[in-house]
């Protein structure tokens, strides 16, 4: 059974830089495509990045050459390395895993970017 849990959220400044992690405590990790997505207050939940079983990645417009997608499948993990990090980038940052019956979601982490 599939269970992300997400880690790494926090307060940053403007130009800092945060890592997000998100272990799958599952085993289908590997054969699908998993990604991050974000919230921000009062906004629909959007694609930030993803990244498909043999690596190949696709980001928002909005975090292309700032943010860098990548897995690790023998530790189920999935990382979203941030920088040049904006005040618009603050958000709940969501896992997520796409199975051919199923979505599945983290709890998600709060990322906050102010001065």
């Known amino acids: 059974q599939v269970r992300l849990v997400e880690s790494g959220g926090g307060l940053v400044q403007p130009g800092g830089s945060l890592r997000l992690s998100c272990v799958d405590s599952?085993?289908?990790?590997?054969?699908?495509?998993v990604g991050w997505y974000r919230q921000a207050p009062g906004k629909a939940r959007e694609l930030v990045a993803t990244?498909?079983?043999?690596?190949?990645?696709n980001y928002a417009d909005s975090v292309k050459a700032r943010f860098t997608i990548s897995r690790e499948n023998a530790k189920r993990t999935l990382y979203l390395q941030m920088s040049s990090l904006k005040p618009e980038d603050t958000a709940v940052y969501y896992c997520?895993?796409?199975?051919?019956?199923?979505?599945?979601w983290g709890q998600g982490t709060q990322v906050t970017v102010s001065s």
């Open positions: 997520n895993l796409n199975s051919i019956n199923n979505v599945y």
């Open positions: 990244i498909s079983s043999g690596g190949s990645t």
């Open positions: 599952g085993t289908i990790f590997s054969f699908y495509t």
